[in-house]
């Protein structure tokens, strides 16, 4: 099993930008594609980023292009989702998620297999 845990949620004006981080424990040598999804209220959960073990390949849905980053630090089994010029429309609770195969591709492909319990981003207008 793979525990995730969120951190780095909050309150931000609009223009604004937060990190948020997810700390991996349990089985963390497993080589684990990551990733971000989100979720509003009334809206499906969606995949905002994801990337792979390595950290060489990375997917950005089109409405964060341009103004989010994902990373990882596999030292510190912690993956980290940069946000910068947040709009209230990101307003939604961030989850992070892993996946047992090491590429984006298979991730996009199987599913996610582990879900941390998200932290609430809320941008204010």
């Known amino acids: 099993q793979v525990q995730l845990v969120e951190s780095g949620g909050g309150l931000v004006q609009a223009g604004g930008s937060l990190r948020l981080s997810c700390a991996a424990s349990g089985r963390t040598f497993g080589n684990y594609a990551m990733g971000w999804f989100r979720q509003a209220p009334g809206k499906e959960r969606e995949l905002v980023a994801a990337?792979?073990?390595?950290?060489?390949?990375?997917y950005y849905a089109d409405s964060v292009k341009g103004r989010v980053t994902i990373s990882r630090d596999n030292t510190k089994n912690t993956m980290y989702l940069q946000m910068n010029s947040l709009n209230p429309e990101d307003t939604a609770v961030y989850y992070c998620?892993?996946?047992?195969?090491?590429?984006?591709?298979?991730?996009?492909?199987?599913?996610?297999?582990?879900w941390g319990k998200g932290t609430l981003v809320t941008v204010s207008g």
């Open positions: 998620a892993a996946a047992t195969g090491s590429t984006v591709a298979t991730m996009l492909k199987n599913g996610v297999d582990y």
């Open positions: 990337i792979s073990w390595t950290g060489y390949a990375t």
